[in-house]
T-cell receptor, first 114, second 116 residues
Framework: GNSVTQMEGPVTLSEEAFLTINCTYT??????LFWYVQYPGEGLQLLLK???ADDKGSNKGFEATYRKETTSFHLEKGSVQVSDSAVYFC?????????????WGLGTSLAVNP | GAGVSQSPSNKVTEKGKDVELRCDPI?????LYWYRQSLGQGLEFLIY????????KSGLPSDRFSAERTGGSVSTLTIQRTQQEDSAVYLC??????????????FGPGTRLTVL
């Protein structure tokens, strides 16, 4: 079946540090891959996505590349800010059909200290 | 334009009572999804609507859970005879298959359900 595994948190970094949050997936075919973010007290927001192999999604300085050979979609940012403190979720939608239900990782909490 | 809205934002109920949670999707979005976010289980898919029909109900945890959608718009998730393990944040999302970003789901703020 389809599943997503992401690194457990919490992750604590100092401002301007480099961030990597690992995400790997199991799925048939060519799923679409997503990173969603949940800031404290707010709802889920799409951060970035990639819909085919070797695509790179990017937004707000964050990047992730769809690697089919390693079934990975790791999230990176070169220099984190305090405002990036949030919970980050990796997710996929299965390949094919109109049902694009999201299959989620467990989330990684990030705290950035000044 | 307005985003996805959900009501109520918070609901506290007693064990055994029925509750109804409402979702208003983005106008024109034909696909609607319900998810549940709980401490023990993370984020879980519950049900998917395309128009008024629900081709995938596989995530509903028991027959106490049901959902409907009317007019291709508003959806209601009903939980009968609530149990403490139903306590969670219930999230609704909508999307519009066939447009430029068919995979992008837009989420509402959620309804926090607490069963005492």
């Amino acid at each position: 079946g389809n599943s997503v595994t992401q690194m457990e948190g919490p992750v604590t970094l100092s401002e301007e540090a480099f961030l990597t949050i690992n995400c790997t997936y199991t799925a048939t075919g060519y799923p679409s891959l997503f990173w969603y973010v949940q800031y404290p007290g707010e709802g889920l927001q799409l951060l970035l996505k990639a819909t085919k192999a070797d695509d790179k999604g990017s937004n707000k300085g964050f990047e992730a590349t769809y690697r089919k050979e390693t079934t990975s979609f790791h999230l990176e940012k070169g220099s984190v800010q305090v405002s990036d403190s949030a919970v980050y979720f990796c997710a996929l939608t299965p390949w094919g059909g109109n049902n694009r239900k999201l299959i989620w990782g467990l989330g990684t909490s990030l705290a950035v200290n000044p | 334009g307005a985003g996805v809205s959900q009501s109520p934002s918070n609901k506290v109920t007693e064990k055994g009572k029925d509750v109804e949670l409402r979702c208003d999707p983005i106008s024109g979005h034909t696909a609607l999804y319900w998810y549940r976010q709980s401490l023990g289980q993370g984020l879980e898919f519950l049900i998917y609507f395309q128009g008024n029909s629900a081709p995938d109900k596989s995530g509903l945890p028991s027959d106490r859970f049901s959902a409907e959608r009317t007019g291709g718009s508003v959806s209601t998730l009903t939980i009968q005879r609530t149990q403490q393990e139903d306590s969670a944040v219930y999230l609704c999302a909508s999307s519009s298959p066939g447009l430029l970003s068919p995979d992008t789901q837009y989420f509402g703020p959620g309804t926090r359900l607490t069963v005492l």
